[in-house]
């Protein structure tokens, strides 16, 4: 079974920041990529940023130069700085891990259960 501990997440003024961590845990023992995703009411899924192994990075659009992913390896951990939140910005945030774990020992997708992030006006 692999695990994946969201915290960080909470109400916020716009203009302020929050920091988002995901721990995974359990039979995985190799990850790829770790990410976040969020999903607003009434809206799809989106993905918000996604880090590599290697450190590569990927921002939506809507986040750059606000947001910042990091993942330490070691812990199998990665991290979200928000910065600059806007009300836009109020959704459940998804922790995202690609790995591979017991018992299929392929690469698949892992989730978190969520965090409400809430950016007021």
């Known amino acids: 079974q692999v695990q994946l501990v969201e915290s960080g997440g909470g109400l916020v003024q716009a203009g302020g920041s929050l920091r988002l961590s995901c721990a995974a845990s359990?039979?995985?023992?190799?990850?790829?990529?770790m990410g976040w995703y969020r999903q607003a009411p009434g809206k799809q899924r989106e993905l918000v940023a996604r880090?590599?192994?290697?450190?590569?990075?990927n921002y939506a659009d809507s986040v750059k130069g606000r947001f910042t992913i990091s993942r330490d390896n070691a812990k199998n951990t990665v991290y979200q700085q928000m910065n600059s939140l806007k009300p836009e910005d109020t959704a459940v945030y998804y922790c995202?891990?690609?790995?591979?774990?017991?018992?299929?020992?392929?690469?698949?997708?892992?989730w978190g259960q969520g965090t409400q992030v809430t950016v007021s006006s």
């Open positions: 995202n891990v690609n790995g591979v774990a017991a018992p299929t020992y392929k690469f698949d997708d892992y």
């Open positions: 359990g039979s995985i023992f190799s990850i790829a990529v």
């Open positions: 880090i590599a192994r290697g450190g590569i990075e």
